[in-house]
């Protein structure tokens, strides 16, 4: 998951916020993190849903607007951002790749 804009350091400034956004997540749409790496403009993460469930993407938005809801609202948005009431501290896209076997595990758990 990425900032909006890269230069920031909102991560690791308020790494406790998001530890806390974390730890809700889970609580309401539980997970498990076998890894996770936080930088300054973002994080990467391998988790792990409970069977059945496959709903990366909201965990995801789930974490982001925990974090952002913590945040006084100092950031630039544009017009866009605006009119859909979003805030703007992420992008709105994130990667997403489904580890398939021990080796890409290997591959992406270094």
């Known amino acids: 998951m990425n900032l909006l804009e890269?230069?920031?350091?909102?991560?690791v400034r308020h790494i406790d916020a998001l530890r806390a956004a974390v730890r809700a997540t889970k609580r309401d749409r539980p997970f498990h993190i076998?890894?996770?790496?936080?930088?300054?403009?973002?994080m990467h993460t391998i988790?792990?849903?409970?069977?059945?469930?496959?709903?990366?993407p909201n965990s995801g938005k789930s974490?982001?607007?925990?974090?952002?809801?913590t945040l006084p609202r100092?950031?630039?948005?544009s017009a866009v951002r605006v009119r859909k009431g979003e805030r703007g501290i992420w992008q709105r896209r994130f990667w997403e790749h489904a580890i398939c076997d021990e080796r890409d595990y290997a591959t992406h758990f270094k």
């Open 6 to 11: 890269w230069r920031r350091d909102l991560l």
């Open 34 to 42: 076998y890894a996770s790496v936080v930088l300054p403009d973002h």
């Open 47 to 56: 988790w792990t849903l409970p069977a059945g469930d496959e709903d990366f």
């Open 63 to 69: 974490i982001k607007i925990r974090f952002s809801q």
């Open 74 to 77: 100092t950031e630039r948005r």
